[in-house]
């Protein structure tokens, strides 16, 4: 029974670059959330997804930060024009479709920004 | 806008003591607290809790709702080197989205 998936573990870009971050979500689970972890904080939300459509994307910085979870296939947060300050942990949740039920979490994307 | 702290920040004892982590909470429209459990990697769920006053508990750990006063606790008892992680403590409002906000979190050490 495989739990959330994300890849890759760990991905190292230049300033400017793009950032691709990928998340299967745990087997019979349709709801999908991003959360990005810094030094010494706590996880903060970025955006909700179900399949094909955004349910809530008010912790999403506005510019260069896209996410989408399509039909068929992970889930994908993207970043355009990184800089050092993406350098974070992001992890990826899922839970199942009945409301009210935890949320289970990826063993995360560690992002450097050189 | 919802709000989470946890106490203490950091925590260190000897194997065989009981702890209990704290955390207070400010939110519209109160759905559910959840614990996670933090070492390397991937938060490992813990408890949900609802409703106030019922204790949930798995083997050496336990926790408590009090919904009136807006906190949680969360005890281990006879700690062990294994439980040395960092404690999550997040809350989830109803209605609309399902995002939970999370405390800093309580990093525990325990010593042999």
């Known amino acids: 029974n495989a739990g959330v998936m994300q890849n890759p573990r760990h991905l190292v870009r230049r300033r400017g670059q793009e950032a691709r971050l990928r998340c299967s979500p745990m087997?019979?689970?349709?709801?999908v959330y991003w959360y990005r972890q810094l030094p010494e904080e706590g996880l903060k939300f970025m955006v909700y997804?179900?399949?094909?459509?955004?349910?809530?994307e008010s912790g999403m910085p506005k510019e260069r930060f896209s996410a989408e979870f399509p039909k068929e296939g992970p889930s994908i947060l993207r970043i355009q024009q990184v800089v050092r300050g993406d350098s974070a942990a992001y992890f990826c949740?899922?839970?199942?479709?009945?409301?009210?039920?935890?949320?289970?979490f990826g063993d995360g994307t560690r992002l450097s920004i050189l | 806008e919802d709000k989470v702290v946890q106490s203490p920040l950091s925590l260190v004892v000897h194997e065989g003591d009981t702890v209990t982590l704290n955390c207070s909470y400010e939110v519209t429209n109160f759905r559910s607290l959840l614990w996670y459990k933090q070492e390397k990697k991937a938060p490992t769920f813990l408890f949900m809790l609802?409703?106030?006053?019922i204790e949930k508990k798995s083997g050496r750990l336990s926790s408590i709702l009090d919904k009136k006063e807006l906190f949680s606790i969360l005890n281990i008892t006879a700690t062990q080197t294994g439980d040395s992680a960092v404690y999550l403590c997040?809350?989830?409002?109803?209605?609309?989205?399902?995002?939970?906000?999370f405390g800093k979190g309580t990093k525990l050490t325990v010593n042999p």
């Open positions: 949740a899922s839970s199942p479709t009945r409301s009210n039920q935890p949320q289970h």
């Open positions: 087997k019979g689970h349709s709801h």
């Open positions: 997040a809350v989830a409002s109803q209605g609309g989205s399902e995002k939970l906000v």
């Open positions: 609802t409703s106030s006053g």
């Open positions: 997804l179900q399949k094909e459509n955004i349910i809530d």
